[in-house]
């Protein structure tokens, strides 16, 4: 009996650095860039996950004022840690779980706690390459329709108009087709990494990139499209 309880204290003693390992592996995988966003994803807050060891769990860098005005448990925030198999905590003093996130899919989890909205948390990999910005969007772009070829041609400048310092002055260049003179726009945007053109009576046509390409949605049975000259 003796043999056996020594034998077991020292299997266990071997396994336990083993398990330790497995668990810093597993943790060391999801080091790196991350973002909390809320359902809206109008809120964000981009952070690092470390792998290096900080007080009740590893190192979390990231903006605490930003980053607390809109989520704000992350005041708190000191540390994340691995829980389970598929759980990501974020922890406050004393080991206090401010978020848990669990995995929905490949790279993006999700956290509702009592009190809280839902929260999502997404690595650098899910989210995908960043917006395009008001600065990479200058310029002229051809609009076309369908498969044909290019119908107008219209200049986004970073002239800031009237309504606001996001707003920006448009120039339809002569020669456009009847469609893009009807609509008539006048200024453009940058809208949750949407392309808005908006018309001097107010209406607007909203395009997302696919490709290096800019479609107009909703799609409709009349596609138009942005690219570059």
């Known amino acids: 009996m003796r043999d056996i309880l020594r034998l077991a204290a020292v299997c266990g003693a071997a396994l336990a650095p083993m398990e330790a390992l497995a668990q810093s592996d597993a943790e060391k995988a999801l080091a790196g860039a991350w973002e909390v966003s809320n359902a ?9 996950f470390k792998a290096e060891t900080a007080p009740g769990g590893l190192k979390l860098e990231f903006d605490r004022a930003a980053c607390g005005a809109n989520f704000p448990p992350l005041k708190e925030a000191n540390a994340w840690s691995l829980f389970g198999d598929n759980a990501v905590r974020i922890l406050g003093a004393k080991g206090k779980v401010l978020y848990e996130f669990t995995e929905v899919e490949g790279g993006t989890y999700e956290s509702l706690r009592p009190g809280q909205p839902l929260t999502f948390l997404q690595s650098a990999a899910a ?16 609009v076309v329709r369908g498969a044909s070829d290019p ?4 200049t986004l400048a970073m002239t800031a108009t ?15 087709d009847a469609a893009v003179v009807g609509f008539g ?8 990494g949407e392309l ?22 909703p799609e409709g049975t009349d596609p138009i499209m942005l690219v570059r000259p």
């Open 40 to 48: 809206e994803h109008d809120k964000t807050c981009p952070l690092t």
């Open 127 to 142: 989210l995908g390459p960043p917006p395009a910005t008001a600065e990479q969007m200058t310029g002229d772009w051809s």
């Open 151 to 154: 119908i107008c041609t219209l």
């Open 162 to 176: 009237a309504a606001g310092k996001d707003e920006y002055a448009l120039k339809v260049q002569p020669g456009c």
């Open 185 to 192: 726009p006048v200024s453009w945007h940058m809208e949750n």
């Open 196 to 217: 808005v053109l908006k018309s001097g009576r107010g209406p607007t046509w909203r395009f997302e990139e696919n490709d290096g390409t800019w479609e107009r949605v």
